[in-house]
């Protein structure tokens, strides 16, 4: 299949150039698209032919739910059932913006969307195209992250090409989306309501809304994990990643390995030292390198490298969802060349 890559541009654009793609969209095609937190690879919601297609470009196991997105919040009422005074508030608060909410779904929604739950992820996305393209669509877009199952989120859309090029008919691409990291999910089916994955809406800002909200203690063995995804192999670069807090960590990683087949990633000044290093500089705020991450993660591992040194944050604020990302990464990335 040859894939039509579109550029447009999110800061001025008309309806024109999204026609298209909101015409597939609603003849049952699928569609990659920028959002705030990372591409997302879209469909009809409703349509379970096309949730088929998502599924299939991705590589994507069935029982791994999607999310919904919709262009406002009225929408939301088509989709959930019994939405609670605290959702409400969190709707007004974030959106549009980069949060899901898992509610209890509406019984119309396709077992193909929810992966058999009776819940249902929804998220208005705060991204000029991707809430013109779901308003012009005229359905709910369910959009996973537009990068093959097991690879990094894709953040700008060379990631998209490289992962679902000829298996796709459309990319648009908007340029990098911003955030870098995937929505804060809150199962709000419960009280208090639980992150079940930490995003730029942090738990300090809806501790700010109420004091109760929990994070998953997630992986414990033994335990099914709440949200679907956390049980699957995520964010691994083929290269090892090892984590690293200070110099002491990075010389005792070097030992044995040359130099000049290890990465090291990180803000400017933790980085900027190690000169026979290959070096990738995320920039010099926690936003920054949320915006990067995924980004190096993927060239680094284009380089058949030893080994990629990882910096780590304080888990607070966004450092909370690097940090789980980073993780991930480095638990599950196994064969040490
Ligand atoms: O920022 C984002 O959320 C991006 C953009 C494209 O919007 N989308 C995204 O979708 O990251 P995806 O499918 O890659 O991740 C959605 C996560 C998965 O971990 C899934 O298991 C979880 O949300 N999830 C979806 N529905 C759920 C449900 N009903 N209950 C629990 N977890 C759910
Ligand atoms: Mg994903």
Redesign the pocket.
Known sequence: MDTKIINVDGSSFDDDELQEAATLLREGEVVAFP?E????LGCNGLDEDAIGKVFEAKGRPQD????L?IASNDELYDLAERVPALAEELMEKFWPG?M?L?LKKQSHIPDKV?GG?D???I?M?SHPIANRLIALSGCPIA????NRSTKP?PTRADHVVEDLAGRIPMIIDGGETGVGV??T?I?MTVYPPVV??P?AVTLEMLREVDSEFQLDTGLEPGKTP?????KYRHYAPKTKVVLVEDDADILRELEGRIPMFVAIMGMSDFVQPWDKLMRFDLGDSIEQVSANMFNALRILDHYGLQVILAQTYREEGLGLAVMNRLKKAASQSTNEK
């Open positions: 959002t937190t990372v591409y997302g791994n739910p999607l999310i997105h980069p899901t898992i929810t739950l819940s249902v992820g998220r996305p959009a996973p992250s537009a989120s995937e929505s999910v199962d079940l994955r995003g709440k949200s679907p995804g956390q």
